[in-house]
């Protein structure tokens, strides 16, 4: 079954400090990765994706992302966070010719400690 | 910029009421999507378009339909309220290779 797994309900870190959310994946085709942020009471805003290439994306605000073949995962990272990334990450899969019918992860809480 | 916008940010309705969720893009994107989004689960698809009165299912569609008869706009329609519909409600939007854009949501109440 294609699924997509973001193990941490919740993290906290402090400001500061070094991140890494986790996202493993399950998908029958090659997959397109994406995460996306979701800031209180906004919509959901795409940091980065993967389609194909170089497995180390870099994103927007700071953030970048390794793609593993051979461990189905896509995790994300950001050296040094700020109090403004306290925010909901989101985790997704997709394929080419899925026409963007993309398999969700149920979304990691960033807090920062401040 | 593109903009998706969603007509409501917060509605509260009442069981058995019929209740129509609309959304408007306006980069000409082919396609559109409503999921709802609700703790722990993610999003859900509920019904996506890819044309003008063209639909298909989602995950999730039992007790929602949709109608889009004009490119710019994507109605979602729960027929008869239920409280188990009480959730956010995110609308997005996307051409052909692009990502998705989103709305701001729908926080919607069926009490």
């Known amino acids: 079954a294609q699924s997509v797994t973001q193990p941490d309900i919740h993290i906290t870190v402090s400001e500061g400090a070094s991140l890494e959310l986790r996202c493993n994946y399950s998908y029958g085709a090659t997959p397109y990765l994406f995460w996306y942020v979701q800031s209180p009471g906004q919509g959901l805003q795409l940091l980065l994706k993967?389609?194909?290439?170089d497995t180390l994306v870099q994103g927007i605000k700071g953030f970048e992302a390794e793609f593993k073949r051979s461990q189905s995962s896509f995790n994300l990272r950001k050296p040094s966070v700020h109090w403004s990334d306290a925010a909901e990450y989101f985790c997704a899969v997709g394929a080419q010719d899925s026409n963007y019918q993309l398999i969700w992860g149920a979304g990691t809480k960033l807090i920062i400690k401040p | 910029d593109v903009k998706v916008t969603q007509s409501s940010r917060y509605l509260v309705k009442r069981t058995g009421e019929k209740v129509f969720l609309e959304c408007v893009q306006d980069?000409?994107?082919?396609?559109m999507f409503w999921y709802r989004q609700d703790p722990g689960l993610g999003l859900r698809l509920i019904y996506f378009?890819?044309?003008?009165?063209?639909?298909e299912k989602g995950d999730i569609p039992e007790g929602y339909s949709v109608s889009r008869e004009k490119k710019e706009r994507f109605s979602l329609i729960l027929e008869s309220a239920s409280t188990n519909q009480t959730s956010m409600y995110l609308c997005?939007?996307?051409?052909?290779?692009?990502?998705?854009?989103f709305g701001s949501g729908t926080q919607l109440s069926v009490l």
């Open positions: 997005a939007s996307t051409g052909a290779g692009e990502k998705l854009f």
């Open positions: 980069m000409d994107h082919e396609n």
């Open positions: 993967y389609f194909s290439g």
């Open positions: 378009s890819y044309d003008v009165k063209m639909k």
